[in-house]
């Protein structure tokens, strides 16, 4: 369980949504309330977010990034590369640290252990601490709420922060539209 963050990604009808809360905590006590946990990788076309330490979260961004360049921006590609150089690598494999990456097209949560899994749905992915709490609140938004992704991904992220002490209300969300990747 990686506590101190909550993820939660949405791929819509040409859409892809992100979003994470702002809290790092270390042990009981909460160090920073405005972290920035999601980004945009290879010029705007793929969304990843993190769960774990932070420096961890610089050297796997990074990596995915080489991949997806050395890839062409070929996500699906670039995924399976990099799970392999993670899992293989004997100090990265030990990170206690989950991404999810996701474009217009796809959605993937990924583990230092060589997991590469879609969603069921091929839809809603999240990871953290609070990650049960926001995918529960999102599902039932999308079955029973008519809102855009942005709104859904958010008002599920304020569900999970109510509920996860390890989660704030310093929200971050980011989106991709099918034109811009």
């Not at 420096?55 to 070929?74: C, H, I, Q, T, Y």
């Amino acid at each position: 369980m990686f506590d101190a963050t909550t993820i939660l990604a949405y791929k819509g009808e040409g859409k892809a949504v992100i979003g994470g809360d702002g809290q790092v905590t270390f042990g009981h006590t909460v160090l920073k309330n405005n972290a920035t946990k999601i980004r945009k990788l290879h010029n705007g076309q793929v969304l990843a977010g993190f769960a774990g330490s932070t420096a961890d979260a610089f050297n796997l961004f990074d990596m995915f990034e080489e991949f997806l360049s050395a890839r062409k921006g070929d996500m699906v590609k670039a995924i399976i590369d990099f799970s392999k150089a993670w899992r293989k690598d004997k100090v990265l494999r030990r990170l206690e640290a989950m991404m999810i990456v996701l474009n217009t097209e796809h959605i993937f949560i990924l583990t230092g252990n060589g997991d590469v899994v879609e969603p069921e749905d091929g839809q809603i992915a999240s990871i953290g601490s609070g990650g049960n709490y926001a995918i529960a609140s999102a599902r039932a938004l999308k079955k029973h709420a008519d809102m855009t992704p942005e709104s859904l991904v958010e008002e599920s992220l304020h569900i999970a922060a109510d509920l996860c002490i390890y989660t704030n209300h310093e929200i971050k969300i980011l989106t991709l539209e099918a034109s811009e990747a």
